[in-house]
């Protein structure tokens, strides 16, 4: 059985580019959970949240990554909430390879700071609600089988030190 790779970490931390570039180089599907869950409910994710509301959203999420928790052989972005529920972890760890994706909130803030998708981060102040969102995570992101600090490496070095270390 081929073992997924499930990509976490904070948004902006550059999981769907490096989950595409890294789907590609080992020829494998993508799959990317908040996809799935625009797909799944014909909606954008900003309209979920402010039309359904955040634990909508994530009982759809952790529906979605139960389901491709039990693929094989996929490359899978996720969300970077998923980690808010222990029972997401659990069930990612069955099949996955989980690779945590390490960014500074400065960087995260760089690189989000003019994009609209993101509901939680369209406040007054990301820059602190960054900090506040990634505070509790942090633990959780960090029991990831694999770190790879993105904050200052081009996405095909990134791409490269996963496929490198997963061989090994
Ligand atoms: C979220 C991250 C987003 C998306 C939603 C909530 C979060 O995904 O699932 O806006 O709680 O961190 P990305 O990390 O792909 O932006």
């Given at each position: 059985m081929e073992k997924n790779i499930a990509l976490v970490g904070f948004m902006g931390s550059g999981k769907s580019v490096v989950a595409k570039l890294l789907a590609k180089q080992l020829g494998r599907k993508l799959i990317s959970?908040?996809?799935l869950i625009v797909e799944r409910e014909r909606m954008e994710i900003t309209d979920i949240f402010s039309i359904k509301g955040e634990?909508?959203?994530?009982?759809?999420?952790?529906?979605v990554v139960f389901e491709v928790s039990q693929g094989e052989g996929l490359v899978i972005d996720c969300g970077g909430g998923v980690?808010?529920?222990?029972?997401?972890?659990?069930?990612?760890?069955?099949?996955s390879i989980i690779v945590y994706l390490k960014t500074s909130s400065?960087?995260?803030?760089s690189?989000?700071?003019d994009q609209m998708h993101r509901p939680l981060l369209n406040v007054e102040d990301p820059k602190s609600k960054i900090d506040e969102l990634i505070a509790p995570r942090l633990s959780f992101y960090e029991k990831a089988n694999l770190?790879?600090?993105?904050?200052k490496k081009t996405i095909d070095f990134v791409v490269d030190e996963i496929i490198k270390s997963i061989s090994q």
């Open positions: 959970t908040d996809q634990k909508y959203f994530r009982d759809v999420e952790e529906d980690v808010l529920r222990e029972q997401n972890i659990n069930n990612l760890h069955y099949r400065e960087a995260i803030y690189r989000i700071k770190t790879v600090d993105t904050s």
